[in-house]
Structure formats: structure tokens, C-alpha cells
């Protein structure tokens, strides 16, 4: 049996500095519904457990106190609770949380995200939530996307590294875009001074590479697919092409990411001596040169090329039937293995 909640809530603590959600914000507060979500029917919610602050906090990768403040500004709280026991969030109450932490993490201002979220279609047919997997127990901190960003706002490398480092059992791609990934969209929402030699975000790097290297410390197999990634001209390359031929590498494929000038010329004596059975070119620039994955579509119709672009890049994508854009990390995962990967055996 459930009973609706009082309407004295109680006072919660300071919320976590820094966070999105957490900016006051009277204008979209004002903005909002001035009732609260309506109170979830429990048979809807039959199979799914009630989680507590602290689990759904942890699984998503914020502060608790993060979480009360949401609930306390926006009405983003749980749905009911059962008379003598500790408030608990169900499923359908995590899915709007999700919409919340993934909108602000995107850059929209917290009570427009809050708005979405509570108007966001999570019926009781939806699929359960898919939350990032906890970090392995043995930690320090726990793990998080809040306690990467605090280590690493406070130049900690050790603890970051320790809070980054990806386990023998662990999945490379879900590591990137439950962890990793948020962490550096968080830093770049922030606004830092910080004492020389201080970069949160080259602590996170750092932490990271050091991460990838020891998940590929074997070498690949005898006869292994080889996979060229690169970036575009004048582009620096990212930690997302490091992450993508990690990737690679536990699936199985001779992976190597490829640094500093690449010209068309560079790029067809690296096809020759390296014989790829795939070519990576990734970006993040909404104009990007990508004249290197056109020469090659005309000089090298063999080798198959996956582009990873941003959405206002796609225009710039080579129409060509050994050109692919994929759309996330995954899905360039997946369709690079499943093209590379055969070669290996046939």
C-alpha cells in the first residue's frame, strides 16, 4: 500500500557543486507543472525493484544529494514510498531521471530538461532503464562519474586512474559511454581556474590511455585483421580513437591508431604496408576535411571505411558504396568487426 507524500519536505543537504542540475534556476523552476508526477500505480512496476537514493545515484553516476535536489526543484523524485520505509525510486521514476541526466550532460538548462523528463513518454511497456553498470566493488570511492570529475578537478591522478581502470571482464565500449564519455562531457560543462600544471581533463586522458593500454596488453593473434584509425587533417587525435581500437583489440582485430599529418599521399603508403581490411576516420569537427576518405574510396575501392561524424558533418560524408557513417560507438564497433573480422578466417 502506498500513501502520497507529505507536502513539508524535509530539508535536504547542499547540493553537489557544480553539477548541471544543480544550478538555481527560479525562471524554469516557476515554469513547471505545480503539481507533482502522479503517483505510480504499484502493478505497474510489479517486476522491477525499488531502488533507494544511494543505488540510483551510484548507477547513474551523480551525487545523491544531486538527486534530492532534482526531486526538490523539479518534482523529479520518487513516485510513492511505503509507510515506514526509506523512499525508494521505481523504474518508471529512474527513466525520467535518465532523461534529466542525459538532457543537462547535452548542455539544456535544468528546468527545461526537467521538463521533458516529466512529460517524457516512460509507460509501464517501456523496456527497463539502461543504466551504466557499476564500477568493480574494490575501487577506491566507489566509482562514478561524479567522484572521475572531483579526482580529477583536484589533480589526483592515482585516484583517477584507480576510478578509470577497465577490468579484464569489462567491456570496452560500455566503459567509454557510461563512464568516460560523461566524465569529459561534464569537465567541459565547468568552469575552472586552476594552478599550473592542473588540467582536469589531461588527468582524465592520462588515466584513460593508461587504462586502454593495460586492457590490451596482449598482443593480437598471428594473422589478426589489421584496422587503420585516424582523424582528419590538423585534427588532433582524440581519446575516442584510442577507445575505439581498444575495442577493436579485445574483439579480436589488430587495431592501431595512426597520429600526426596524415595527407592522402601518407594515407595510401599506410594502406599498402599495413593492409587493412578496414579504415577508421573519426572527428568531432562539424567542418571536417575529409578529403583523405574520399582518395582513398577512389584509389583503394577495396577497403572497406567507416566515418564516425558529427550530425552536422554528414553532408560531408563521401557517397561511395565502401563509405559507412556510423552513428555511435557501438554501432562503428560492431559493423568494423563483423567486416574485418571474417577476412580472418576464410
Known sequence: MTESRPSARPTDGPAHPGLPGDRPDAAGVADLPDTQPAPADPSDDADAPALAVAAVARRLGVAPATLRTWDRRYGLGPSAHSAGAH???SARDVERLLVMRRLTIEGVAPAEAARRALTADVSAASPAPSLPSPRPAGLPGGGGVDAVVDAALAGQHDRCAGLLAVAETDDVATWWTTL????LAALALRTVVDRPGVDAGATVTAAALGALRARTVRPPRPGAPVVLVLTTPGEPRPLLAHALAAALAVAGVDARTVGGPVSSRHAGELVVMTR????VTVTSRDEPDLGVVAWLAREHPGLAQFVMVPDAAVERVPLD?????????RG???ECVAAVVPSAHG
Do not use: D
Not at 180 to 183: D, I, S
Not at 276 to 279: D, F, K, R
Not at 322 to 329: E, L, N, Q
Open 276 to 279: 587493412p581490411g578496414a579504415l
Open 321 to 329: 558504396r565502401t563509405v559507412h557513417r556510423s552513428r555511435s560507438f
Open 87 to 89: 523512499r525508494r525510486y
Open 180 to 183: 568516460v564519455e560523461p566524465v
Open 332 to 334: 562503428l564497433l560492431h
